[in-house]
C-alpha cells in the first residue's frame, strides 16, 4: 500500500499563491501518476492536474492551467501543486492521489482511476 500525506493548505486573499505538497511513503515503486483532485461544499470531487512519475508528463484541467502547476521529486517521493493566482472559486479540500494504472487520454481524470488518497486538506480563498 501507499501513503499520502498533503499539507499546504490554508486561507488566502484572492491573487495570491499557495503550493500543496502530498509525500508518498510504502509502496511507491510501482506508483504510475499522481494527482490532485478538489472538492468544494455541496460540488462533487473534480479533478486539478496529474503528473506522470517517469515521463514527468502533466495534465491539467482547462480552468486551472495558466495558473497551477504540478511537479514531482522523486528524491523525496513528493508531488506538488503551485496555484497561483487564486480565485474564492479555488476554495475547496485538495486532496492528492496515486495510481498504479498508466495514463492515457482519456482516463488522467478519472477518481476511479486513482487506487490511493491523502485525508486531504482545506484551501480557502477570500475575496
Known amino acids: 500500500q501507499a501513503q499520502l500525506v498533503e499539507s499546504g493548505g490554508g486561507l488566502v486573499q484572492a491573487g495570491g499563491s499557495l503550493r500543496l505538497s502530498c509525500a508518498a511513503s510504502g509502496r511507491t515503486f510501482s506508483v504510475y501518476g499522481m494527482g490532485w483532485f478538489r472538492q468544494a461544499p455541496g460540488k462533487e470531487r473534480e479533478f486539478v492536474a496529474a503528473i506522470s512519475w517517469i515521463t514527468i508528463t502533466t495534465y491539467y484541467a482547462e480552468s486551472m492551467k495558466g495558473r497551477f502547476t504540478i511537479s514531482r521529486d522523486n528524491a523525496k517521493n513528493t508531488v506538488y501543486l503551485q496555484m497561483n493566482r487564486l480565485k474564492p472559486e479555488d476554495t475547496a479540500v485538495y486532496y492528492c492521489?496515486?495510481?498504479?494504472?498508466?495514463?492515457?487520454?482519456?482516463?488522467?481524470?478519472?477518481?476511479?482511476?486513482?487506487?490511493?488518497w491523502g485525508q486531504g486538506t482545506q484551501v480557502t480563498v477570500s475575496s
Open positions: 492521489a496515486a495510481t498504479y494504472n498508466p495514463y492515457n487520454s482519456d482516463n488522467y481524470y478519472r477518481a476511479g482511476l486513482y487506487d490511493y
